[in-house]
């Protein structure tokens, strides 16, 4: 069964950092993965999706990587600022016949000015 | 601007009462999903339809129902039969659905409280 985890739950940095966030899942077998964000109270917003064939996608500031072999993706974001805040989810779609997005529990960004 | 809207935003439910989320879609969308989302869980797939007059059970359909009757809109009926319906309510829309690699749009979800 698939799983997706991603660490660290929450994370503080001062503005200007570039910063790292990582989601691993357990069954390599994926489609795609994507990356969305999440402000507080908000629906999601989709940032970059990753198939299977490829390494990564990259959207201005941000970068996305994947390694099928070993089960992780980063979400790279550089020169963080304050309007980044916000949580930031991953989800895998299983290859094979039943597809359907698995979700992690997301990490939430706080870029303090 | 196309997107989906998702109305009402906050919505409120009484022992033994059904509700209806709206949810509907300008995007020219084939696919779109309901999901639930509570506080530690990551988002659960109550219902989803390919195309019209077709849905498909997601992992926690019970107590909910759906409908596809126009492309564009696919409200979610929270039936008396939910007995923990409190939690956020999220609806999707995509082309062509998970096998197109098109990411998922979001509305701005609708938060539903038991009175």
């Known amino acids: 069964k698939q799983e997706v985890t991603q660490i660290p739950a929450a994370l503080s940095v001062p503005e200007g950092e570039n910063l790292v966030l990582n989601c691993s899942f357990t069954?390599?077998?994926?489609?795609?993965l994507q990356w969305f964000r999440q402000d507080p109270g908000k629906g999601l917003t989709s940032l970059l999706l990753i198939q299977s064939s490829q390494r990564e996608q990259t959207s201005g500031r941000l970068n996305a990587s994947l390694d099928k072999s070993s089960g992780r993706s980063t979400l790279y974001i550089a020169a963080s600022q304050p309007g980044d805040s916000a949580t930031y989810l991953c989800a895998v779609v299983n290859a094979g016949n039943n597809r359907k997005l698995i979700w992690g529990l997301g990490t939430s960004l706080a870029v303090n000015p | 601007d196309g997107g989906i809207t998702q109305s009402p935003k906050y919505l409120f439910r009484k022992e033994g009462q059904n509700v209806t989320l709206s949810c509907e879609q300008n995007?020219?969308?084939?696919?779109m999903y309901w999901y639930r989302q509570d506080p530690g869980q990551g988002l659960r797939l109550i219902y989803y339809s390919q195309i019209v007059n077709d849905f498909q059970k997601g992992d926690i359909a019970e107590g909910y129902s759906v409908s596809r009757e126009k492309k564009e809109s696919f409200p979610l009926t929270v039936t008396s039969a939910q007995k923990n319906p409190t939690a956020f309510y999220l609806c999707?829309?995509?082309?062509?659905?998970?096998?197109?690699?098109?990411?998922?749009?979001f509305g701005d979800g609708t938060r539903l409280s038991i009175l």
């Open positions: 995007l020219n969308h084939d696919a």
């Open positions: 999707a829309s995509s082309i062509g659905g998970l096998l197109y690699n098109q990411p998922q749009h």
């Open positions: 069954d390599s077998a994926i489609y795609n």
